[in-house]
T-cell receptor
Framework: DSGVTQTPKHLITATGQRVTLRCSPRSGDLSVYWYQQSLDQGLQFLIQYYNGEERAKGNILERFSAQQFPDLHSELNLSSLELGDSALYFC???????????FGDGTRLSIL | GENVEQHPSTLSVQEGDSAVIKCTYSDSASNYFPWYKQELGKRPQLIID?????GEKKDQRIAVTLNKTAKHFSLHITETQPEDSAVYFC?????????????FGQGTILTVHP
């Protein structure tokens, strides 16, 4: 158990829909990172939040957005879903820059 | 931005042999290099990491070496066991103001045959 909690474990939805993925970081960790893992793209960094503020952005689509709340949990919102958005979405957390990142169990998103 | 290349994409060894996976990175400002092991359907698990002020780090059967001049780092697993079979990812952090974001290699599927 990494201490990072992600819900839900699985999501099945249709094209055009919107979903919210949730992540609770390890106790004491201020940074949350979101990654997308697909078969053809590997593990891709999406976005990082640190203590409620956006810290770094990767190749995150405009249809995707995220936020980190005062209790440090984070949500990743995916809208206007397309078939290609089907992937595993991982959240990771750490205590600070360049400290080990610990991953949650992921949310498997399937778009039908 | 940072680019991380990982080789080989697949690696098959006999139990007890050694396995070596190599990665190169492009950003000379990178200073943190973790390795993750991912079993099928599970989360990536950190197995070892190295920082740029160190050339080698060992943890039991696992070691990582770093050559900053050549911008490459390698994972060495000795006395491999069937339970070492998994996908291994190397990663490098981004230098400058990109803080802790990691760029991952494409992964190596390691199969250890009993």
């Amino acid at each position: 158990d990494s201490g990072v909690t992600q819900t839900p474990k699985h999501l099945i939805t249709a094209t055009g829909q919107r979903v919210t993925l949730r992540c609770s970081p390890r106790s004491g960790d201020l940074s949350v990172y979101w990654y997308q893992q697909s078969l053809d793209q590997g593990l891709q960094f999406l976005i990082q939040y640190y203590n409620g503020e956006e810290r770094a952005k990767g190749n995150i689509l405009e249809r995707f957005s995220a936020q980190q709340f005062p209790d440090l949990h984070s949500e990743l919102n995916l809208s206007s879903l397309e078939l290609g958005d089907s992937a595993l979405y991982f959240c990771a957390s750490n205590a600070g820059d360049n400290q080990p990142q610990h991953f949650g169990d992921g949310t498997r998103l399937s778009i039908l | 931005g940072e680019n991380v290349e990982q080789h080989p994409s697949t690696l098959s060894v006999q139990e007890g042999d050694s396995a070596v996976i190599k990665c190169t990175y492009s950003d000379s400002a990178s200073n943190y290099f973790p390795w993750y092991k991912q079993e099928l359907g599970k989360r990536p698990q950190l197995i070892i990491d190295i920082r740029s002020n160190v050339g080698e780090k060992k943890d039991q059967r696992i070691a990582v070496t770093l050559n900053k001049t050549a911008k490459h780092f390698s994972l060495h697993i000795t006395e491999t066991q069937p339970e070492d079979s998994a996908v291994y990812f190397c990663a490098a952090n981004a230098g400058g103001t990109s803080y802790g974001k990691l760029t991952f290699g494409q992964g190596t599927i390691l199969t250890v045959h009993p």
